[in-house]
């Protein structure tokens, strides 16, 4: 009898695996539709099982030809400098690029600064692009994937800056996560806060303004995940190796992006801490705040240039590091 009940536990829980796959192809979310709670027996392994197989599902739905697309249309807008006049453009942009993967809670959190640029003081105002997934258990909590959209061109503020790498490739990851996070109907424990920022460029002014507001108003960040340049890859080893830049007390959330690379990408992480205070992680960490911030292996000499293009990226590799935001996120809120 016991082995009977033993075959016939495993041959449900091998059908629960088919049915599992089938509805995440679709799109199905069977924990929020209350399906997995008539299988309060296999309870403890189908959660393993079907926390696994939706992780693979979403992560294998980041798609390519999108994250290609986006940084296409972001190298077209010509320059992305925080100065120019097509900032708001831009934001709007972007904001439509989260109302059509589904979110109905997109706003554009402007903020006034006074830009000191080359002697002279420019008084503008800035716009972070935020969108939020609403949590179903704690909703005081927050995870928040982010990168900054603008550009810059080191020779003149006025030249081209298409910043294909710096950072169109972070933003398509904010994006594609996002959409991919709509397509499964994924519905997080926390709340998850998509934002892209406004002049990383320049002293990291979006980043800054939106972390400290974040500790005034005692917001409880669970933690911040940065993509900035995620896209070089010179070498197109086999083995791919991208940059985990380690904030102090990041060590339960590096474990689990080293899981997230060994069952979901053929990526290898590399901890470092090399580039800690050059992009919008650091005012989250500044504020106290857990932060991880993902970068390519080999670093982009082409950045803040005419030649900081698409056709020198490698998009495969820029999908493949997506996925650890997407797997990250999923980890910890599913």
Partial sequence: MIIIFVSMKRISIVFFII?????????????S???????????????????DSLINAVLQSISTDTVQQIIIDM?????????????????????????????????????????????????????????????????????ILGAHYDSINYMNDDFDAPGADDNASGIAAVLEVARVFKQHQISPKYNITFVCFAAEEIDKMGSTYYAEKLSEQNVNVALMINNDMIAYNPDNKKQWKFNVQKYPGTERFIEIIENIAHNYTVLKPVTTTGFLNHSDSYPFHLQGYKAVFFNEYTFNNNIHTFFDIIDNLDIDYCTEIIKISGGLLLEENL
Wanted: hydrophobic letters at 40%; charged letters at 30%; a neutral charge.
């Fill in 33 to 51: 539709n209350g399906f997995l709670d008539s299988f309060d027996g296999i309870s403890e392994e189908t959660d393993y099982i079907f926390k």
């Fill in 19 to 31: 049915f599992l796959l089938i509805s995440s192809c679709f799109g199905i979310n069977c924990r």
């Fill in 75 to 143: 190298e077209n807008f010509k320059t992305r400098f925080a100065l120019a006049e097509n900032r708001r453009d831009i934001a709007v942009w972007l904001k439509n690029r989260f109302i059509n993967a589904g979110y109905d809670n997109v706003v554009l959190d402007s903020f006034y600064v006074e830009i000191e640029r080359h002697t002279v003081v420019l008084k503008t105002w800035q716009y972070n692009v935020v969108a939020r997934l609403e949590g179903k258990t704690d909703t005081d909590k927050k995870y």
